[in-house]
């Protein structure tokens, strides 16, 4: 790899670290990077979870260290996630392609609408929420473990909008509880990766280098700003990803 790569790569990990730790969809930056370094699909995907391992485990640090991590009331969600993520990890790639990827930008676009239009609902946190219990959260919960540990990217945003209109979480404290609930279900994904050699562990460190750096930033940065910061970081990256898994910037050419 050329020695200008390098300094790419940790570029691109530092922007998805810093992304994924405020919002989600920082993997929509580095699987691509992966896949152009000549890494198959399978692999990039596998040696993306590297990365977020360790800018996770950046990112639950600082939010537990700034107090607004709660990891007791977050674990029901995380046995929940990890659950979906180790069967989503051994899902072969049999899904269309195309239709997942306009399925997820099509569903950016509801929760962009809805992050617009009823922002009191991402700010302020809802105690009486996270009292109630059902099967349909745990099932929620649950496909997005799937999901995370079948593809990752964007699965930032789906727990957000779950934590924060499900469960009654504030948008800083449920970006605490995200990078909790990620770094539980990466572990058990990261190892069915690796038994199956689908891994660059030499690119996937230096992708966590970056990543780690962003993660500890974007920390410090929600609890300083607040919950109005980190709401307009969401519409930022809901907007983007939204148009490149719908493809909108294709057509604009």
Avoid at 122 to 148: H, M, N, P
Avoid at 198 to 211: D, E, K
Wanted: a positive charge; glycine letters at 10%; charged letters at 15%.
């Amino acid at each position: 790899m050329e020695w200008y790569l390098y300094i790419v790569v940790i570029a691109a990990g530092f922007a998805a670290g810093f992304i994924n730790t405020l919002a989600g969809s920082g993997s929509l930056i580095t699987l691509p990077l992966l896949i152009m370094l000549g890494l198959p699909a399978n692999v990039a995907n596998g040696t993306n979870r590297v990365s977020i391992l360790f800018q996770n485990v950046v990112a639950v640090r600082s939010f537990h260290r700034l107090k607004v991590l709660d990891i007791r009331k977050t674990m029901v969600i995380v046995i929940v996630a990890v659950l979906g993520a180790i069967i989503g990890a051994r899902i072969a790639v049999h899904l269309d392609e195309v239709i997942m990827r306009r399925t997820i930008g099509i569903l950016m676009v509801v929760m962009l609408v809805v992050t617009l239009v009823q922002p009191k609902r991402w700010l302020e946190q809802d105690d009486s929420a996270g009292r109630k219990t059902g099967w349909a959260r745990v099932l929620i919960f649950f496909a997005i473990g799937l999901y995370g540990g079948f593809i990752q990217a964007g699965v930032g945003i789906f727990l957000l909008a779950s934590l924060v209109l499900g469960a009654g979480y504030d948008l800083v404290r449920a970006n605490a509880a995200k990078v909790l609930i990620v770094l539980c279900f990466t572990v058990p994904a990261l190892a069915v990766f690796t038994i199956s050699e689908q891994v660059n562990w030499g690119i996937g460190f230096l992708l966590a280098v970056g990543s780690m750096s962003g993660a500890l930033v974007a920390a410090r940065m929600a609890v300083r700003r607040g919950a109005v910061f980190v709401r307009w970081i969401l519409i930022a990256v809901l907007v983007v990803s939204a148009g490149y898994l719908l493809e909108v910037f294709e057509w604009a050419r």
